[in-house]
């Protein structure tokens, strides 16, 4: 049996503060996954921002219908010639 499978709950304490702060974060099983997942490789972790403007832009090109760039810069918040970037680069238009 390897170790991680036996970090418990009571157990956490005897684990450093990173572990413990990612614990709270992602649970005790999450954390157990992303260890076997990733055993010690760096990851990386998207900023909020990044995260927002790329679901926006897959959220611009599903309703983009070829002629409502005006709605989708409202809904969205955003210039016209903005969205017109978006579906642009994805060979929407």
């Not at 649970?27 to 990044?50: D, Q, T, W």
Request: hydrophobic share 40%; proline share 1%.
């Amino acid at each position: 049996m390897k170790i991680i499978e036996l970090i418990t709950e009571d157990k956490i304490q005897f684990l450093g503060e990173e572990s413990q702060a990612l614990i709270k974060c992602v649970g005790l099983e999450g954390f157990k996954n992303l260890v076997r997942l990733h055993n010690g490789a760096s990851i990386y972790i998207p900023r909020v921002r990044s995260l927002e403007r790329e679901l926006r832009n897959q959220f611009i090109m599903n309703e983009f219908d070829g002629h409502n760039y005006r709605e989708l810069a409202l809904k969205y918040d955003i210039t016209e010639t903005w969205v017109r970037e978006i579906v642009k680069k994805k060979g929407l238009i």
